[in-house]
Structure formats: C-alpha cells, structure tokens
C-alpha cells in the first residue's frame, strides 16, 4: 500500500502562485497515478488536476487551465501542483489522490489512497 503526504499549503495573495507537493512511499508508489481534488462549498470533491506515474498523461480541470500545472519527480517519488494566478475561488482543502487504474480519471471513485488535505487560502 503506498501512503500519500501533502505539502506546501499557504496563505497566497490574489494573484500569486504556490507549489503543492504529494509525497509517495512504499513498496507500490511508483505504479499509481496521482490526482488532486479540492473541496467545494457543498463539501464534494472537486477534480483539480491528474498526472500518470510515468508521467506523459496529465489532466488538467477547466476552471484550472492555464493558470495550474501537474508535474512528478519520480527519482523523489513527488507529485507537484504548481499553482499560478491564484484566484480567491481557488481557496479550499487540496487532497492528493493514488489509484492503480489503466490509465488517468477525472472522477473521484477511480481513486482509492488519499493524503490527509492540505489548507490553501488565496486573499483577496
């Protein structure tokens, strides 16, 4: 069983960036692909962003498109969630995600290991 660690949540200003960092370990790490998910005002999760572990699939939610990039360090074992032009809508809990599916989802059910969440809140 692999665990998962969040890191890098903070306090941001509008407009700012931040990098989130999910951590893998154990025996299986490197076959799950990773996925974060955030929470929304009526407490479901939200897809954010997916990644393969090879590496070469990502995913990336419409509401993130061209501000959020997934990216993995496999030689660390590492997800990233690099977070750019932060909006306020953007605050929320970040979870990262591991599943050992065929290939990469958008959808939460497809997703069996999960970090505890991490806190990120964009000031306005």
């Known amino acids: 069983q692999v665990q998962l660690v969040e890191s890098g949540g903070e306090l941001v200003q509008a407009g700012g960036s931040l990098r989130l960092s999910c951590a893998a370990s154990g025996p299986t790490a490197s076959s799950y692909n990773i996925a974060w998910f955030r929470e929304t005002p009526k407490n479901a999760r939200e897809f954010v962003a997916a990644i393969n572990w090879i590496g070469d699939v990502t995913y990336i939610a419409d509401s993130a498109e061209g501000r959020f990039t997934i990216s993995r360090d496999n030689a660390k074992s590492v997800v990233y969630l690099q977070m750019n032009k932060m909006k306020p809508e953007d605050s929320s809990v970040y979870y990262c995600?591991?599943?050992?599916?065929?290939?990469?989802?958008?959808?939460?059910?497809?997703?069996?290991?999960w970090g505890r969440g991490i806190q990120v809140t964009v000031s306005s």
């Open positions: 995600a591991g599943g050992r599916t065929d290939t990469v989802y958008r959808v939460e059910s497809r997703y069996d290991v």
